[in-house]
Nanobody, 124 residues
Framework: QVQLVESGGGLVQAGGSLRLSCAAS????????MGWFRQAPGKEREFVAG????????NYADYVKGRFTISRDNAENTVHLQMNSLKPEDTAVYYC?????????????????WGQGTQVTVPS
């Protein structure tokens, strides 16, 4: 069992930056690949970024590539999402997710555990 708690969301002007964090419970965090997803009102939850359990491999959705960076610290049981050059279309609830596997996947159905989410708002 893994419990995930996100933090770091908020309101930021377009062009600004935010750093999201996800704290995981349990002693097996390094066994899980991690992902960040987001869900805007009236839309389906979508993949944002993923990182392998060892942190050596990452992947990003095209709409955030070059602006967002995912990282993890297995000693601290945390995963982060650095978000730069934020746009109004980045407004959403951001979720951290874990899957018991080596590498991340882009599908919601591939993840075993989810956090409660943190709101990111970028006004237009």
């Amino acid at each position: 069992q893994v419990q995930l708690v996100e933090s770091g969301g908020g309101l930021v002007q377009a062009g600004g930056s935010l750093r999201l964090s996800c704290a995981a419970s349990g002693r097996t965090f390094s066994s899980y690949a991690m992902g960040w997803f987001r869900q805007a009102p009236g839309k389906e939850r979508e993949f944002v970024a993923g990182i392998s359990r060892g942190g050596t491999s990452t992947n990003y959705a095209d709409y955030v590539k070059g602006r967002f960076t995912i990282s993890r610290d297995n000693a601290e049981n945390t995963v982060h999402l650095q978000m730069n050059s934020l746009k109004p279309e980045d407004t959403a609830v951001y979720y951290c997710a874990a899957r018991l596997a080596i590498g991340p996947r882009t599908s919601v159905a591939d993840y075993d555990y989810w956090g409660q989410g943190t709101q990111v708002t970028v006004p237009s």
